[in-house]
């Protein structure tokens, strides 16, 4: 197939050029020319231009509210989209969503596609929330399509009053990028690999492991999650809780007595970031994730295709991935008490937790496999 025109995908940071959408770039790129764009970051830009064999243009943006390096960063794509002339820009990341479509509309890109993964502003309050109201209300302005990434977040980009139901789009049955299964695929570990990685880690053969996977921040509920392991904990001393991941302590900071606990629990076990969490999910029993806000979250994809039982809140994304009570559990929001009981039932009923863990590989197979998500997509850009 020729190629047919020209696409540019850009993100705030080249991380998510590479995380987030891994392998759908270099799948693209065999129907059209697409460019990466982002900023640079120490190499990561070239790596990822390496892992998906496109060209990658350097944009400096940030991801706080800075105006100044905003408008040059407007400029700065405006000039890229004038000389590249593409068909499509199609940006993911709020900061990146903003600029480029702004910049796009003013350089006379014909389609202007933005995905939405997630809104931040929900937490916000006050006047900091009229202001990124009004951002994202220009944003979707300057959008000629809009694409949330689960049918939730549609919901509340409606009931906010965005944009209209016209601009909307959830493709396929919602994410990003869907997931590998082949990757995430719990035969890749043997008994010997797991035995050995527990081993590592201190974890006992008998211990029920709970794992995280994340940003260590307030949003993501760790302070619940936390809170709930800790009384859990105290109970059940055969119960261990992984966390994989970084704090983002200049930017939504836990409490400190969260972080003490962390530091001073034996079974509370933290080991970083990974650039690889299947080993991590595969010694592990069940997920835990309490988060406050999401868009689609790979982690409870790639736990659900690694076989775990998932406990999540009820917030979008995550009340799609998992069904109650059939691959997993769903709990209120900002509840250590619920978190608590849920956490409480599966070390306590090994049956039920088995039970769960039975059709959690089976759902993510079923609804989010990557490949079908990169078509729709693809379905998507070849009708415009």
Request: hydrophobic residues 35%; aromatic residues 8%; charged residues 25%.
């Amino acid at each position: 197939m020729k190629n047919r025109g020209k696409i540019i995908r850009v993100t705030t940071v080249p991380r998510s050029l590479g995380g987030l959408l891994q392998g759908q770039l270099k799948f693209m790129s065999q129907y059209y020319d697409v460019i990466g764009v982002s900023s640079r970051e120490e190499n990561i830009l070239e790596r990822v231009a390496k892992q998906e064999e496109i060209n990658v243009i350097p944009v400096e943006m940030t991801r706080k509210i800075t105006p100044i390096q905003d408008l040059k960063a407007v400029y700065q794509l405006y000039k890229v989209f004038k000389k590249e002339k593409p068909d499509i820009v199609h940006s993911h990341t709020p900061k990146a969503g903003t600029l480029s479509m702004l910049a796009a509309k003013i350089a006379g890109v014909p389609h202007r596609l933005h995905t939405i993964a997630g809104l931040p502003l929900l937490e916000a309050t006050g006047a900091k929330r009229v202001l990124l109201d009004t951002v994202e209300k220009l944003t979707y302005a300057c959008a000629t399509m809009i694409y949330p990434n689960s049918f939730g977040l549609n919901d509340i980009i409606l009931e906010n009053k965005y944009t209209s139901a016209k601009k909307l789009k959830v493709i396929a049955n919602g994410s990003s990028n869907g997931i590998d299964t082949s990757h995430f695929d719990p035969s890749q570990y043997s008994d010997a690999d797991n035995t050995k990685l527990r081993e590592e880690l201190k974890i006992d053969e008998n211990d029920f492991v709970f794992v995280f996977v994340g940003r260590f921040v307030k949003d993501k509920g760790v302070n619940e999650l936390i809170t709930s392991f800790k009384k859990l904990n105290d109970e059940h001393k055969n119960t261990k809780l992984l966390l994989v991941g970084t704090y983002e302590r200049e930017l939504d900071p836990l409490l400190p007595e969260t972080e003490n606990e962390i530091d001073n629990n034996p079974n509370i076990i933290s080991v970083g970031w990974q650039h690889d969490v299947r080993p991590f999910f595969a010694i592990s029993n069940a997920l835990t994730f309490p988060s406050y806000r999401e868009g689609f979250p790979n982690v409870v994809m790639q736990s659900g295709s690694m076989g775990l039982p998932s406990i999540v809140t009820d917030i979008n994304g995550c009340n799609e991935i998992v069904s109650e009570e059939v691959n997993g559990v769903i709990i209120p929001v900002k509840s250590s008490e619920a978190l608590y009981d849920a956490m409480k039932k599966f070390i306590s009923d090994k049956a039920y937790c088995h039970q769960l863990s039975l059709k959690s590989r089976e759902m993510i197979c079923e609804k989010y496999e990557r490949k079908y998500v990169w078509n729709a997509i693809l379905e998507e850009y070849s009708q415009l």
